[in-house]
């Protein structure tokens, strides 16, 4: 029996025992909302997080579904590839990438991370696995478990799509003062791009109303220099002052980790002095979600915030919105939410017929997906969730869809109208009869 099939074999014992509700036992979440209560059983899926292998010929990698794509990125690149869209931070593994709706830069040309997988070996809630693929008796499955947030099945393993690459990657950065025009040039960078390949990575950064900046990334044999911004260096800072830069492939990829994107001053490690005695070693997506999650269990925040006097509101979002949305959205934004910068990545699909009922996009459409995390402070108290829910209902009237994997205040009736719940209900049925997971309402909004 190889190692794969043996932690498959003792999954299934597990969860045939369950009795009740079971959850995933696991060490680290990329989640941003809190839970209420637990599970009776907790099913423990920290030993899925190997490679098995690849096939360069046909470009695809088979891997465990509770892979960091730290771990995978580092497996691939020394075999000249890597997977065809690799999410921003070192810890989130590929399976929740699929479950939970994964994007980065080479999305305008290869789509969401879902839209990279071939095939997928799936633990059902009753202890049964399956295999599903785009055309097998589960296609329904396979089409099913992006956005479902494990509550219809537990992915094992699974085949993606991988990607030759080169040692380095040249970025250039184009400033823009005028969001109409820098929407457009989004647009059109993504459109030339997927004809005639002058770019491989596409994604922006909103600084205000009057900065914003587009970044084209090309992979290259050859780089004159290779800036290290995973210490004392900060990229993102480097947008609004550079034209030009080159970073190693890898160094590429995990630009945002380092400070997390720009959150790292949260934590005041944007200060040189603070950045150079925490280290290397700790600047990293991975340090800071522990130091969130303290802070979220102790109460710490929130005593704070109350000792500064002021109301404080979490906003963390991911939205995909339509490219001739962009502007009124981003002008709502600035107006109501006030949170900056923004990051900003467009996305096409690379299969246009393909139908994810739970996240529907329409394909003949170029989608720009919003990034913006703060807290929004104010000194009226406002209701629980207030800033979050002027963002749905906004993201729904403008057309767009919003992930979930932070918190939501849809009401019941909107959120299954925006999620399809006719198409949810009958996967329910067929892959989860006894209800042993939770609802996709009650895990993502109730938080249960």
């Keep these: 029996m190889s190692s794969f099939d043996a932690k498959k074999q003792r999954l299934i014992d597990e969860m045939k025992a369950a009795e009740g509700g079971v959850s995933l036992g696991k060490d680290t979440s990329n989640l941003f909302r809190d839970r209420k209560g637990a599970a009776q059983k907790k099913l423990n899926v920290r030993d899925f997080h190997d490679v098995i292998g690849m096939n360069a010929e046909e470009q695809w990698v088979e891997v465990e579904g509770m892979t960091p794509y730290s771990e995978l990125v580092d497996w691939l690149l020394p075999h000249g590839f890597m997977p065809a869209v690799v999410p921003q931070l070192k810890s989130i593994t590929i399976g929740g990438a699929v479950v939970g709706v994964g994007i980065e830069a080479t999305s305008f040309r290869y789509g969401l991370v879902h839209e990279t997988i071939l095939e997928m070996e799936v633990l059902l809630p009753g202890g049964r696995v399956v295999v599903c693929t785009p055309t097998n008796e589960h296609k329904d499955l396979f089409y099913g478990l992006p956005n479902s947030y494990g509550t219809l099945g537990y992915i094992l393993k699974l085949k993606a799509k991988i990607i030759p690459v080169k040692k380095y990657v040249r970025v250039t950065h184009e400033k823009f003062d005028d969001s109409a025009k820098f929407f457009n040039a989004l647009e059109e960078a993504c459109h030339t791009a997927r004809k005639e390949g002058i770019a491989d990575f596409i994604d922006g950064v909103i600084f205000s109303d009057r900065e914003m900046v587009l970044s084209r ?3 290259t044999d050859e780089a004159p220099y290779a800036h ?16 030009e830069d080159y970073l190693t492939t890898r160094d590429y990829i995990w630009r945002w980790d380092t400070d997390w994107f720009w959150c790292s001053k949260t934590f005041l490690v944007q200060n040189p002095i603070v950045r150079f005695f925490v280290g290397r070693k700790r600047l990293n997506s991975v340090t800071y979600t522990k130091i969130m999650r303290w802070s979220a269990r102790t109460g710490f925040g929130e005593r704070l915030t109350k000792w500064r006097g002021v109301h404080a509101e979490s906003v963390i979002q991911d939205l995909a919105m339509p490219i001739e949305s962009c502007v009124e959205f981003l002008t709502f934004l600035l107006r109501e939410i006030r949170v900056l910068p923004i990051w900003v990545c467009p996305s096409m699909p690379a299969d246009a017929t393909a139908e994810y009922p739970l996240f529907h996009l329409d394909h003949t459409k170029l989608y720009v997906d919003f990034g913006f995390w703060d807290v929004v402070h104010t000194k009226e108290k406002h209701p629980a969730g207030f800033f979050n829910r002027k963002v749905e209902v906004e993201v729904e009237k403008l057309g767009g869809i919003k992930s979930l994997y932070s918190e939501s205040f849809f009401p019941k009736e909107e959120f299954w109208k925006i999620y399809n719940k006719a198409q949810y209900d009958r996967l329910k049925k067929e892959y989860d009869p006894e209800g042993k997971l ?9 938080k249960a």
């Design 228 to 243: 290290d911004y995973t210490y004392m260096h900060i990229y993102y800072r480097t947008l609004q002052k550079r034209k």
């Design 438 to 446: 939770r609802d996709l309402y009650d895990k993502c909004v109730l």
């Design 217 to 219: 990334g090309r992979f």
